[in-house]
């Protein structure tokens, strides 16, 4: 949900096996960064950066994220704190689809938060359009970042929200039913690229909820939030 808790102790070690990952795989080299500007992610973001080679952390987009109310997590209204399963039950009670079931209190449904990832993705586009021939790569390898053509950005966000994201991209209208459980502080990385004549989206992904905890350690995403 929606609300501003606190990073737990194992939200605070997840946050940082991830910023070494992304450290390591990406050396902090990013044109833009993204973050939901709900507060466990801010903190999970300030962890990461942390994490950073020292020199990258004065780097303009590391020291000024943007904090977007687009990739907050699914509004729950007055289940809020009500773990996500609990919602089959009380879609079920307003003869809802669960997929469609919005809780009162403004709350958001599935397909709500589908729309609002759908926005995110074009218009984030749009805003690279000019600089960067129309392609977006959240996440993307370090190598290439001294000879590309492509905006490369970084996104810090909840599950329920990247799994509708990554649904996105892939051209779809809603989670596959494969699709897995976003892990905390797991990363995906993905190249976007638009047809200017179509609009349609392509996408071209080179890792997918990938964890970034050392094996044997607890599992610790893009960039999904530490809880």
Avoid at 61 to 78: I, M, Q, S, T
Avoid at 88 to 93: D, G, P, V
Avoid at 168 to 194: F, Q, W
Wanted: glycine share 8%.
């Amino acid at each position: 949900g929606q609300s501003n808790s606190s990073l737990t102790e194992t939200g605070r070690a997840q946050a940082r096996f991830a910023g070494m990952f992304i450290a390591e795989r990406y050396k902090g080299c990013f044109d833009k960064v993204m973050v939901s500007d709900l507060g466990r992610t801010r903190a999970t973001y300030e962890i990461l950066r942390e994490e950073m080679p020292a020199s990258a952390k004065d780097e303009h987009a590391l020291r000024h994220p943007v904090y977007d109310k687009r990739l907050r997590e699914r509004k729950a209204g007055v289940l809020e704190g009500i773990p996500y399963g609990a919602f089959r039950e009380h879609a079920a009670r307003a003869n809802v689809s669960e997929r469609l079931f919005r809780p009162e209190g403004e709350g958001e449904s599935w397909d709500d938060v589908h729309h609002r990832a759908l926005s995110f993705v074009h218009g984030i586009l749009d805003e690279q359009r000019q600089s960067y021939a129309n392609e977006l790569r959240c996440v993307c390898r370090a190598e290439d970042r001294c000879a590309r053509s492509e905006s490369v950005v970084l996104v810090v966000s909840h599950g329920g929200f990247l799994r509708e994201l990554i649904a996105v991209c892939h051209g779809l209208s809603a989670p596959g039913s494969d699709a897995s459980i976003m892990g905390n502080c797991a990363v995906t990385e993905v190249v976007l690229t638009r047809d200017e004549h179509s609009g349609a989206l392509r996408a071209s992904f080179v890792l997918t909820n990938h964890s970034t905890a050392p094996t044997g350690a607890q599992r610790v995403s893009s960039m999904s939030g530490a809880e």
